[in-house]
């Protein structure tokens, strides 16, 4: 796993934003998988006319776990679209696409350059499946994040105010799940689906609650995230995602969250404008605005690329709402009292007035959120467009030329309701490097991620130096994942293992006593067969917490 | 002109995946080259020579004796040129094909002309099933062309099909016409259960009574002016499809209304002798049993389904 041999790559012009390098040719030193000041022999890189980036980390992402197969399932027509991944001495077989398969995700992130991933939706009762399917992901590391916004238990427990106990019981979710963050989807609205229904208002009671609101559970989550320490804030997919309008749930998530640490998961699907979707618009810029004005906050873009592909989430009410609108296929699950879940295939398309707002929103939100710090570079794979598309975004972003020219593809009308026209930034190469790898790792509180300082995990991407940024980020020449040589001159030579990213957040033993009958008399499972075990986990690396603040 | 003529030494035992048989690929081809094309044989890949004896090289059309059942994936895509199969042809023949003629002596099986976008597929034996149709997962099957089958037709014939023809002289089985979208499917020899289920738009013609589903509804008889043009295409293809006022006329029916669709079933009703079946005595509605057939004891028109 953790690579013994001794490398350097010289001559490459190097990116590291974390440690303030930007651009300087200097030496990248690695012994024994980290990164050192110095080495004596091994291998030598030349990476002359390259740049040298830190592993990209990607924030927000969805490659395994039950909902995930379900689509994988659900669209054999993707599979036979995409080439498949023939079996080689260093590579097993399968196919990408939309939705690839568990081994082929591994390849095409670190194809990418990518070394770290967060399975950004996982139902503690899916989590011995999700930790299965993230152990045959090869070379990433991988995090996860636990479901816990619409926890029947825990809902019950906000209902009665007893936020104490609930944060031993949200601790002990994230141990069961052997998770390394708290992912809140929709909170309140899974729980009101199961009655048909959705929790769109912030302040309104979720059906079948009195006291409970979306708003209180996502103060709730939040306070018990920063109590217990945990290196990752709240991961939150807001309320009334996808909708026109629904911007101001968002500017009144923003404001409830003061005082609290907090990720808002795709950040484009909640920026709308409009009434419906004939008027919908774009509200880029009164979001970003906000979210420059909140420092606690981090997010990611979600962004959209035309053309085929799959929309997963655990936003059930949403994407019955997708289904209804598209007449495409839908998978629905409910997760017992836990989560749900939703599956719509879908194409961006050009022409199509709401697509177009929705390809607009994710970049002007790049755009405009200045400090490349606290947005991150995501399509909320697949939902947006599928991970390894991510060299597409790079140079729209890189290049307000190319920008121009592809605006002109959409319908005129489109253009009315977006700003993305009025915005000249451009990123540069040191920015590209925070949203794809510093920035991302740093808000996972990975602090041997997304760097190249001296004691940093040696996962490193080595790209050609040129002005054809999508090729560039496209086809990496060489990939460090832990010290060893993944990829080279667009081969796989090498498939390591990845670690398990996961955290042991403090709570009182006695809670299973609590959790115990409940969970006997509301759940199908036996409660001894819920907690995932250690066992089940690939190199498991279980990260410090803070010193709880109860 | 020269043509390229195969002839399989022996019939396989497992499928043999022969994508490679296609004039798009063969045309440009020496003798040599076309004996070296790649087929695959379970997960083994060998050369087209090791199961094929090979006459000749290049040209736009392709000779294929024997029993090749089992050679799937033949003229897959094809785009222009022809292939005459003097034998049986094996599952996927001419899918996705785009231009071109396919011909066929013997028997087909399942998913000829799968996802087809134009060009002819004629068969002179059976047919399996799904033919024309989208495979699983795809939107929609066949969208142009046409597939004419002498002899009889498995399941799911024109699944999803968007456009094009499909004919058939024997029987199928049931579910012809699946969620069609599009296109139309002539049925000579009858039809099994369930004909036009989830059917969005598109036309089923059939020439002999339909057990129907109850989820279609009748609207008219009468003779739709636009078969005397699909009646005289067919009839250049060989199919005769009666059309003239004089000798009938055509029951519709609507549906699958549980979808809800806007497809039509259109169902040959010969002008018998005696009292006008569809005239001033209460028209078909009141006859069902009449205007299907009038056989002594006809088939119920909504039965039970299963």
Redesign the interface.
Known sequence: LQGNSKLQITGGKVYDPANGVNGEVREVCVCDGRIVAEVEGGRTIDAQGMVVFPGGVDVHTHVAGAALNFARA?????H?RNVPFVRTPVRRGGIGGATPTTYVTGYLYAGLGYTTVNEAAVPILSAKHTHEELRDTPIVDKACCVLMANNEILLDLIEAGELERARHVAAWNIWAAKAYGVKAVNPGGVAAWKWGKDAKGLYEPVPGYGKVTPAKIISALARIVDELGLPHPLHLHCNHLGAPGNFTTTLETMKLLEGNRAHLAHLQYHAYGGDDWATMRSESARIAEEFNAHPNLTTDAGAVLFGNTVTITADGPWQHLLYELTG?KWGNLDVENETGCGIVPYVYKEKNLVNAVQWAVGLELLLLIKDPWRIFLTTDHPNGAAFWRYPEIIQLLMDAAFRREQLKKLAPRALKRIVLPELDREYTLSEIAVITSAGPARALGLAQKGHLGVGADADVAVYNDSKDVAQTFAHPRYVLKGGEVVIEEGEIRKTVEGKGLLVRPSYEEKIEEFIRPLFQQYYTMSFDNYPVEMERIEHPDVRPCKQPTP | MSKTILRLREPPHVPLEAECLSPDVIAPLGHDEVRALPVVLGKRQYRLEDFFEVEGAGGEELEVHGDAGRVKWMGRGMTRGGIRVTGNAGMHLGASMKGGAIEVSGNVSDWIGAEMTGGLIRIHGSAGGQIGAAYRGSLSGMNGGTILIDGSAGIEIGMRMKRGIIAVRGAVRDFAGLQMKGGTIVLMGGAEFRTGAWMIRGTIVSLTPLQLMPTFSYACTYNPTFLNLYAKQLQRLGFSIPHKAQEGAYQRFTGDTSVPGKGEILVWQPQTAGPDPWGADGGPLAERGDALGGEPDPPPLFPAIG
């Open positions: 659900m669209i054999p027509e993707d036979r495409r």
